[in-house]
Nanobody
Framework: QVQLVESGGGLVQPGGSLRLSCAAS????????MGWYRQAPGKQRELVAG???????NYADSVKGRFTISRDNAKNTVYLQMNSLKPEDTAVYYC?????????WGQGTQVTVSS
């Protein structure tokens, strides 16, 4: 069983930056896909960014050019660098990891973009 723990959320002003981290209790090398999702109040959870084990990335249109996902298999950690943050980026951000054996989720970290 792999546990995912997110960190790095907080309150930031519009235009600011944050870097989220997702640390796994075990190896992420076997996770063929890892992603960051977010859920704002009253809205469905949505995919923000994902990265395959081969390093191929995909992004929601709303964050392209502003967010960057990366993974460090040696540190068993996935990152989400968020720049030029907007109030509409406010949400709880969740880390997800997929293995053949199943799906794993973190507990989430709150990101609030407000002046």
């Amino acid at each position: 069983q792999v546990q995912l723990v997110e960190s790095g959320g907080g309150l930031v002003q519009p235009g600011g930056s944050l870097r989220l981290s997702c640390a796994a209790s075990g190896s992420i090398a076997s996770m063929y896909y890892m992603g960051w999702y977010r859920q704002a109040p009253g809205k469905q959870r949505e995919l923000v960014a994902g990265i395959t084990s081969g390093g191929i990335t995909n992004y929601a249109d709303s964050v392209k050019g502003r967010f960057t996902i990366s993974r460090d298999n040696a540190k068993n950690t996935v990152y989400l660098q968020m720049n030029s943050l907007k109030p509409e980026d406010t949400a709880v951000y969740y880390c997800n990891g997929r293995k053949i054996s199943g799906d794993y989720w973190g507990q989430g970290t709150q990101v609030t973009v407000s002046s």
